[in-house]
């Protein structure tokens, strides 16, 4: 083991589940993630017809499931992959459905089974590609694909793979337009959610090399997350080397680690 | 009685003999010396050559201690290619690493070297393939683990097991205090080897003890002073004191003229 190498491995295995849950339940909801919903509640088909919005049904099975509860991930992918047999084109199903594959995904490569992690890594991406496709002017879609692409990108790197590359540079775009969407209301929303939103962009930038624009969101922290605990990690960056890659660790997350 | 003695004597001596060839069979073969040579002056090109023929080796032999010695020069591989910030000959040897080290513990699974070995690979893998931790995490410190409770002696199961901690946020499961614990267990261990006080060197030089950071590059250096790794950690050691003696210089006359002006 070596420095550098070390140094690269600061978030190795938080990476998505804190991006993930992070950024996306506070960007999109802009307010505080809602307690996932407890084992024993009756799983909400019920929840969706009286019209609640499909990621507060979900999110709270997928993070526990995430953090390696089986049980309540295999029981929202269940529901997920009812309402796929039913409409193949749910944007929302799909996407959370693809990052679901991606846990399973990192199940099987602990276990050792890389052939099967390969093959649920594969799908899960592509999921998650199409929901985007389907949907591409739904705010909440893109979030999800987008933390999650930044999360993995966070959590290892490989400069010369051009298919994920263009994820990455996708997954940026993505989340400039969330930023374009919300910033008549920037203001107005959390300081977990303007800080997320920010630091996501510096580090997928920087991880790409594209060192001035991470620093101009950086800079961008310091205006828009004034006296909150982002500007002053975002002032450590700035001070520092000018084309290191930004590690961020999402900050409140609101994921337990058992519950 | 004596006689019986004397071969119980005996007997013990040789399986302690025969104990000693195994654990020892990767530090004390020419080749193996070769390599940590190799690695110390992180010389590519010679420990890619010595890769290739235990490569070769294992390939017809497909002996435990082979695959073994395989993964144990990818390792160091890796650390030769870090020093030249080759990112490619890194990847290739941590993957060509992992698969002899999952040959190891297939033909071996009570080996404690070989769990270590491929614990620490999957680690080397991590950030070089896009979403690393995701893939290899969880998989290696399981592997770590795995490789400490076969053989809580391991001194270098401890080390990468002790990175892991350090560099894993805490709300999973990682932790400063537990990467320092298990440094001090493998000084413990093995208190005339290098790696451990290499990385409390690099920890504590994080911490802003610098002192201390130096007295521990120090110890590495005394063992063995030719490691290129511990001498870019020393390096960065001192150049960091340096700064901050700069740092604390009190201002010259002029210098506190032109302020006052």
Not at chain 1, 179 to 188: A, E, G, K, L, N
Not at chain 2, 110 to 128: F, M, T
Request: glycine fraction near 6%; aromatic fraction near 8%; proline fraction near 3%.
């Amino acid at each position: 083991m070596n420095t550098t190498h070390a140094r690269r491995v600061r978030l190795l295995k938080c990476l998505l589940v804190l991006v993930l849950a992070g950024s996306h339940a506070a960007l999109y909801h802009a307010r505080a993630f809602l307690a996932p919903a407890p084992a024993d509640t009756q799983y909400p088909a019920a929840q969706q017809e009286q019209g609640e919005r499909f990621d507060e049904i979900v999110r709270g099975d997928f993070f526990a499931g995430m953090m390696g509860d089986d049980a309540r991930l295999d029981r929202v992918m269940k529901f997920c992959e009812d309402i796929l047999a039913k409409n193949p084109k749910h944007a929302e199903a799909l996407v959370w459905h693809g990052g679901g594959l991606l846990t399973r995904a990192s199940r099987a490569y602990a276990r050792g089974d890389s052939a099967l992690g390969d093959r649920l890594w594969e799908r899960g991406l592509k999921e998650m590609d199409e929901a985007v496709a389907i949907a591409p002017r739904h705010m909440g879609i893109k979030i999800g694909r987008s933390a999650t692409l930044i999360g993995l990108a966070q959590s290892g790197w490989d400069a010369s793979d051009a298919r994920n590359k263009a994820l990455l540079e996708s997954a940026l775009a993505d989340y400039e337009t969330v930023y374009r969407w919300r910033r008549p209301v920037f203001s107005t929303l959390s300081a977990h959610s303007r800080g997320e939103l920010l630091f996501g962009l510096a580090s997928g930038w920087s991880i790409l090399g594209e060192h001035r624009k991470a620093r101009a969101y950086l800079r961008l922290v310091l205006e828009k997350c004034k006296d909150t605990p982002y500007e002053s990690e975002a002032r450590k960056w700035l001070k520092g080397e000018p084309t290191a890659v930004v590690q961020h660790d999402c900050r409140g997350c609101h994921v337990g680690r058992s519950r | 009685m004596k006689r019986w003695l004397l071969l119980v004597v005996a007997l013990l001596a040789g399986a302690v003999t025969v104990q000693a060839q195994t654990i020892g069979a990767l530090d004390d073969s020419l080749e193996v010396v070769a390599a940590r040579k190799s690695r110390d002056r992180a010389e590519v090109a010679q420990l890619q050559k010595l890769v290739e023929n235990v490569r070769r080796e294992a390939e017809e032999t497909k002996r435990f201690e082979a695959y073994l010695r395989l993964a144990l020069f990818n390792v160091w591989l890796c650390e030769a290619a870090e020093a030249h910030q080759n990112k490619e000959v890194f990847k290739q040897a941590a993957e060509s690493g992992v698969a002899a080290a999952e040959k190891a513990v297939e033909l071996n699974p009570q080996s404690s070297e070989a769990h270590q070995l491929l614990g620490d690979l999957l680690n080397q893998l991590i950030p070089h393939v896009f979403g690393g931790g995701m893939r290899y995490g969880k998989r290696s410190t399981d592997e770590l683990d795995k490789a400490i409770e076969l053989n809580p002696k391991n001194a270098d199961a401890y080390v990468s097991r002790a990175i892991s901690y350090y560099y894993t946020p805490e709300s999973f499961g990682g932790s400063k205090e537990k990467a320092f614990e298990l440094l001090k267990k493998a000084v413990e261990i093995a208190p005339h080897t290098d790696s451990p006080h290499i990385w409390l060197a690099m920890f504590n030089l994080e911490a802003g003890r610098t002192q201390e950071a130096l007295r521990e590059i120090n110890l590495a250096r005394r063992a063995n002073p030719e490691r290129s790794f511990t001498n870019f950690v020393y390096s960065h050691i001192t150049s960091s004191m340096k700064k901050a003696k700069r740092g604390r210089k009190p201002a010259s006359r002029k210098t506190a003229a032109r302020k006052a002006a």
